[in-house]
């Protein structure tokens, strides 16, 4: 079974910007969620997609958006792009919906800021 | 709310030897808790879960983890390190709290494997 596939890996944008990020969870999981991981702030939740509907959303301003389609793939929007934004995001897929159940990870997409 | 805390952001070890990485967790509900691994340029895989069952869990790769209630605690161990054990560790624990229902993850221990 094929794992989490993210897209692009690799990505620069400069300051003012607009990003999309895409995610194909495993086949049969529901549920998607997405994470920022920064060298000052760690692994942090940025929101929960679950049937195409968003379940929880971390602490981040509004310039973070996503969204869920029909086949469970989803994608993340970054707006108005600022150099904190430079994070390597992370997409995970889960068979549930929560944090209970064993999420797994892609590899991630790194994107750069300048 | 639920907060982790990993104490010693790096851990170094010779190979053979036991590996110890500590979390402690703060949590108002009955937790589950998670350590998950992550390779130089890949995703983060699970090690290991506690969902509310035996208070030892086992784990792949030759990893356990003991959840002691009465330390707030779950630390990660593995009897003898391997070189390809080099990489970061993270605590996590589900926040069920208010229905939020997140991953808090603590900021990671890279443990590096000398020969």
């Known amino acids: 079974k094929a794992g989490v596939t993210q897209t692009p890996r690799y990505l620069i944008k400069t300051r003012g910007q607009q990003v999309t990020l895409s995610c194909s969870p495993i086949?049969?999981?529901?549920?998607v969620s997405w994470y920022q991981q920064t060298p000052g702030q760690g692994l942090q939740f940025l929101f929960e997609?679950?049937?195409?509907?968003?379940?929880n959303k971390g602490n981040f301003p509004g310039r973070f958006s996503g969204r869920q389609f029909s086949n469970s793939r989803s994608e993340m929007n970054v707006s108005t792009l600022e150099l904190g934004d430079s994070a390597l995001y992370l997409c995970?897929?889960?068979?549930?919906?929560?944090?209970?159940?064993?999420?797994?990870f892609g590899p991630g997409t790194r994107l750069t800021v300048l | 709310a639920q907060s982790v805390t990993q104490l010693g952001s790096h851990v170094s070890v010779s190979e053979g030897a036991l590996v110890l990485l500590r979390c402690n967790y703060s949590?108002?509900?009955?937790?589950?808790l998670f350590w998950y691994v992550q390779y130089p340029n890949q995703g983060l895989q699970l090690l290991l879960k506690?969902?509310?069952?035996?208070?030892l869990v086992k784990g792949i790769n030759g990893f356990e983890a003991e959840f002691k209630k009465s330390e707030t605690s779950f630390h990660l161990t593995k009897p003898s390190a391997h070189m390809s054990d080099a990489a970061e560790y993270f605590c996590?624990?589900?926040?069920?709290?208010?229905?939020?229902?997140?991953?808090?993850f603590g900021t990671g221990t890279r443990l590096q494997v000398f020969p």
């Open positions: 996590a624990v589900s926040d069920r709290a208010g229905n939020t229902d997140k991953l808090i």
């Open positions: 997609y679950f049937s195409e509907t968003q379940r």
């Open positions: 086949s049969g999981h529901r549920s």
């Open positions: 949590s108002s509900v009955p937790p589950y």
């Open positions: 506690y969902t509310s069952a035996a208070t």
């Open positions: 995970a897929s889960s068979l549930a919906a929560g944090a209970g159940g064993e999420q797994f």
